[in-house]
């Protein structure tokens, strides 16, 4: 059974800094590519950051493109955002996840096939 527990979410004022941890178990991390993804009020789940197996590549939406930084530690099962510079339009519940294919380094949110709880980042202006 495949587990992604998110933590470090809260409450920032613009311009401020969270780092985000997802923690999972399960199936062999190391072998899977991760994403995170962040959902607003009233908006589609878009993806925010994803990174390879061995953390060589990453990608990014542009919206938080230069700002976010996604890594990964594969002795400790976990993967990271950090946020720095937020904005209120940052504001979301952000979600990690594994793709259904343990290599696809993808921005669609169809090709994942297990996702955490949530954690809430709220940033106020």
């Known amino acids: 059974q495949v587990q992604l527990v998110e933590s470090g979410g809260g409450l920032v004022q613009a311009g401020g800094s969270l780092r985000l941890s997802c923690a999972a178990s399960?199936?062999?991390?190391?072998?899977?590519?991760m994403g995170w993804f962040r959902q607003a009020p009233g908006k589609e789940r878009e993806f925010v950051a994803g990174i390879s197996t061995d953390g060589a590549t990453t990608v990014y939406a542009d919206s938080v493109k230069g700002r976010f930084t996604i890594s990964r530690d594969n002795a400790r099962n976990t993967v990271y955002l950090q946020m720095i510079s937020l904005k209120p339009e940052d504001t979301a519940v952000y979600y990690c996840a594994q793709p259904r294919s343990a290599k696809m380094l993808s921005r669609q949110t169809g090709d994942f096939a297990y996702w955490g709880q949530g954690t809430q980042v709220t940033v106020s202006s």
């Open positions: 399960g199936r062999t991390f190391s072998i899977y590519a």
